[in-house]
Antibody, heavy 117, light 102 residues
Framework: VQLVESGGGLVQPGGSLRLSCAAS????????MSWVRQAPGKGLEWVGQ????????HFVDSVKGRFTFSRDNTKNSLYLQMNSLRAEDTAVYYC???????????WGQGTLVTVSS | DIQMTQSPSSLSASVGDRVTISCRAR??????LNWYQQKPGKAPELLIY???SLQSGVPSRFSGSGSGTDFTLTISSLQPEDFATYYC?????FGPGTRLEI
């Protein structure tokens, strides 16, 4: 199982960024997927999740209306579109595959997003 | 969302020690509780799922117990590679973490 995030970088407040997560080594379309972030020196924060077919999505309150998820099961890829970025969104963003009961079974290496002017 | 707390927030121990980390939920979560280990600069790794089931590949010195609101992660004999931060998690909520130091 391998999950590889990409797309992180430096963005100004109010800007947008799209992260990608490329999956391999498992049947991607069979799994719910989540994004989890970690601000520098802080703990883990679940950002949200997307269902197997992409039809159901859940977000933490702090990103509702600004972030959205999508997936392309033909490309074994997960995406996180982040709009209206704020300084407090600065974090390493991880994608993770889910097992039953919202268990984060496998994780990517993470990609750093820095929101700063 | 259900709030999760962990204790202690940090812990100093030695190789060979038996260590216990606690996690508490504000209300009953039956056995929907997972534990992760994170080393500096690395992604978290799943250790224990459903409160007491050992994830494949995780050494047997790690064990989990509890149900309802109170849960425990135990490391029976600390090894050098176990010094890390440990998080409990229930659905969309992580505990604040316990830093295990030498």
């Amino acid at each position: 199982v391998q999950l590889v995030e990409s797309g992180g970088g430096l963005v100004q407040p109010g800007g947008s960024l799209r992260l990608s997560c490329a999956a391999s080594g498992f049947t991607f379309s069979n799994f719910w997927m989540s994004w989890v972030r970690q601000a520098p020196g802080k703990g883990l924060e679940w950002v949200g999740q997307i269902s197997r077919d992409g039809g159901e999505k859940h977000f933490v309150d702090s990103v509702k209306g600004r972030f959205t998820f999508s997936r392309d099961n033909t490309k074994n890829s997960l995406y996180l579109q982040m709009n209206s970025l704020r300084a407090e969104d600065t974090a390493v963003y991880y994608c993770a595959s889910e097992g039953s009961g919202t268990t984060f079974v496998s994780w990517g290496q993470g990609t750093l997003v820095t929101v700063s002017s | 969302d259900i709030q999760m707390t962990q204790s202690p927030s940090s812990l100093s121990a030695s190789v060979g020690d038996r260590v216990t980390i606690s996690c508490r939920a504000r209300q009953s979560i039956t056995s929907y509780l997972n534990w992760y280990q994170q080393k500096p600069g690395k992604a978290p790794e799943l250790l224990i799922y459903a409160a007491s089931s050992l994830q494949s590949g995780v050494p047997s010195r790690f064990s989990g117990s509890g149900s309802g609101t109170d849960f425990t992660l135990t490391i029976s004999s600390l090894q050098p590679e176990d010094f890390a931060t440990y998080y409990c998690q229930h659905r969309g909520t992580f505990g604040p973490g316990t830093r295990l130091e030498i």
